[in-house]
Every structure is written in structure tokens, then in C-alpha cells.
């Protein structure tokens, strides 16, 4: 059975609940960078996401109508690019499953959810950037079929 929906504006109180452990997530492997704890978008932002066909949102709930974990994707494509090739991209901008329902496989159906949509939708592939400060969340990536694509680098000074 699948729990992946469709975000709804009645979702975004649980969403912005699951914004806020994703940041953590981050402010807790590289406070130097992340504050915590905040979200990444506020209520307003998200309401304008959800109406954006670009930007599609999709939600695990589980049989007592819970949300568990979400997925933001945003299509992604090069037009006229003097380098890049003219691909359709579905980049995951976040993707979270609530701490209490990990280990239940609520990410693996997320995960199958958007690349059935991507296909569906005629991309070429599907990209994400992965903090190296969260290791289970790269595990389950590489689990999914992902490979590094690029790799970005610092330097602290």
C-alpha cells in the first residue's frame, strides 16, 4: 500500500515540525554554518511551493492520517546553456523522515515515490546534495542507487 501523497496546505503545521529536525540535523553536524533551531522556508513559503507545479512536494502518512516524512523536489533544466546539456533534473531540495518513524521504510517509499514521478515526467535524472556531517543519510542514498555526482569542498580559514 502507498502512503505517498501529494503535500496539501493542511500538511504545512506537520511539515514545518519536520523542517525543523531536518535542520537540526545539519545545526548539530556543523553549528559553524546551520543556526537551530529554524526551517528552511516559513509557512507563507511553503504555501507558495505547494501551488508551484515546479516545485512539487510529496508526503508519507501513515494509517492514522500522520505525516512522517516528506520530500521537496524542483525541476531543474538548462535551456540554451553554453555547457550543460538540455536535460530535465529533478533535484531533491529536502527530504526528511520524522526521527520517530525511521527504520520503517518511510524513506525508501518517498525515495521509490519521486522516481516513479521524475520518470513519469520524462527526466533524465534525479540529483540531491548530501551533508558528509549526516553519514546515514549518504548510506541511504547509496542504498537507493544514488552515486556521487559532484563534490563540493572547503576550507576553513
Known amino acids: 500500500m502507498n502512503h505517498v501523497r501529494k503535500a496539501e496546505k493542511k500538511d504545512i503545521p506537520r511539515i514545518l515540525e519536520l523542517l525543523v ?8 553536524g556543523r553549528p559553524d554554518l546551520f543556526k537551530g533551531p529554524t ?3 516559513n509557512a507563507e513559503e511553503l504555501d507558495a511551493i505547494l501551488e508551484n ?10 494509517e492514522e492520517g500522520r505525516v512522517l516524512g516528506h520530500a521537496f523536489c524542483i525541476h531543474q533544466q538548462h535551456p540554451d546553456d ?3 546539456t538540455d536535460v530535465r533534473t529533478l533535484y531533491i531540495d529536502d527530504i526528511c523522515v520524522d526521527e520517530a518513524g525511521r527504520r520503517l521504510g518511510v ?10 514521478y521524475a520518470k513519469g515526467e520524462g527526466c533524465y535524472n534525479i540529483t540531491l546534495n548530501v551533508w558528509t556531517c549526516n553519514p546515514g543519510a549518504m548510506r541511504f542514498y547509496e542504498s537507493m542507487g544514488l552515486t556521487p555526482q559532484k563534490v563540493c569542498m572547503e576550507q576553513i580559514l
Open 21 to 28: 529536525q531536518v535542520d537540526m540535523v545539519h545545526h548539530n
Open 107 to 116: 524513506g525508501r517509499e518517498l525515495y521509490e515515490t519521486v522516481l516513479a
Open 82 to 84: 553554453h555547457v550543460l
Open 53 to 62: 507545479a515546479g516545485t512539487p512536494v510529496f508526503v508519507y502518512e501513515d
Open 39 to 41: 526551517t528552511k522556508y
